[in-house]
């Protein structure tokens, strides 16, 4: 079968390799789609960084070179022993997650935390290949009217959905979502499955800001519009409810930190590249916090097919497809020029 094998720093190959057979309690997906997310880009151009380069993975015993991809739906094919839950036929989102299971993270049902995570597609072979087995706890069954381009979004969609849950928000909040990236518009649509009708996505690209406008969002300009003034005007001084930071630039944390009310939430969800240095006698004065905020479990992952199967998710616009062949010329240049948001592999092509 054909899959993209990453070698290391700007070294990803498209090759035939070996097929892989489902093994005990494993079951075996025939890949539809396979997201490139922007860790994919990190391990690209400036990994490995997550890619165990030697030292094989506790949990999976995997390490470079390895097929990448953990965004992904597909069609179960055949099921190891032992194997319950799923059947031959069955259409299929991935929660990519290994976890230990006895990590007080774990105990507690918390296992986006586990202290030895792995992912499937950067500490096993992933899902950016024709075929891939993966263990049964981690499928989730998708609804018929599901196409397989939102089913490989599921992942991403719960990474925005969970970082929604943790801002304790209801259906008379006000927020503010700092970057209109595929995250950015992910907590979008979480917020407004959440009920929230009162939310501002503030993006400076105006390309980006006409991408979200078109699903329907109100956006913000930070390079002509003083923020924190109009929101401070617009709710009486009060601030916001919460905001979410899926930019990850110093402007967007002053500006946020500047916005939200007493008490209330900065989720933070993006990666950050370099250290900040902001004034946080923001976060004393009115007892604000920020809020980290790292992947899901599958409770979010539910939530999110259900919102899906209830046509909630609209990807026109912003999510295109590419085949497997042109994942880095069509794919990850073109990603990182900025030139398309979010783009999905098919394997079969
Ligand atoms: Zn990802
Ligand atoms: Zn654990």
């Not at 009708?197 to 979200?212: H, K, L, M, W, Y």
């Not at 329907?216 to 109009?230: F, I, Y």
């Not at 992947?295 to 990807?315: F, P, Q, S």
């Amino acid at each position: 079968m054909r899959a993209a094998v990453y070698y290391g720093n700007r070294q990803l190959e498209i090759e035939d390799v070996p097929e892989p057979s489902a093994s005990d309690g494993r079951v075996k997906v025939q890949v539809s789609r396979n997201g490139i997310c922007g860790t994919d880009l990190h391990e690209y151009y400036d990994g490995p960084i997550f890619i165990p380069p030697s030292e094989p993975h506790p949990l999976t015993g995997k390490a470079m070179p390895l097929v990448i991809g953990h965004e992904f739906s597909g069609v179960v094919t055949d099921v190891g022993r032992g194997v319950t839950d799923v059947d031959e036929g069955d259409r299929v989102a991935i929660e990519p997650i290994y976890r230990c299971g006895h990590c007080r993270p774990c105990e507690t049902g918390r296992y986006n935390l586990c202290t030895s995570i792995g992912f499937h597609g950067l500490m096993a072979d992933g899902g950016m290949a024709e075929y891939t087995v993966v263990p049964q706890d981690q499928v989730h069954a998708l609804p018929d009217n599901v196409p397989v381009e939102l089913g490989a979004l599921v992942e991403p969609m719960s990474v925005a959905y969970h970082a929604a849950t943790l801002a304790e928000v209801n259906d008379q909040s006000r927020a503010l979502i700092y970057g209109a990236g595929p995250i950015g518009i992910g907590v979008w649509f979480a917020l407004r499955g959440l009920g929230l009708t009162e939310i501002d996505v503030v993006e400076p690209s105006p390309t980006r800001r006409g991408a979200i406008e078109a699903l329907g969002a109100r956006t913000l300009d930070p390079s002509t519009q003083d923020v924190p003034a109009l929101i401070a005007e617009q709710t009486g001084g009060n601030g916001v409810d919460a905001a979410f930071d899926a930019a990850g630039v110093q402007p967007a944390i002053e500006s946020a930190l500047a916005c939200i009310g007493e008490r209330r939430p900065l989720i933070s969800i993006a990666i950050y590249d370099k250290p900040l240095s902001t004034p946080l006698i923001n976060l004393v004065l009115r007892e604000r916090r920020i809020q980290g905020t790292i992947c899901y479990t599958g409770d979010d992952y539910r939530a999110v097919i259900e919102l899906m199967a209830r046509g909630h998710y609209d990807l026109t616009g912003w999510v295109d497809t590419i085949p497997l062949t042109g994942v880095i010329e069509q794919g990850f240049e073109e990603l990182r020029a900025g030139r398309r948001m979010k783009l999905l592999v098919d394997p079969s092509a």
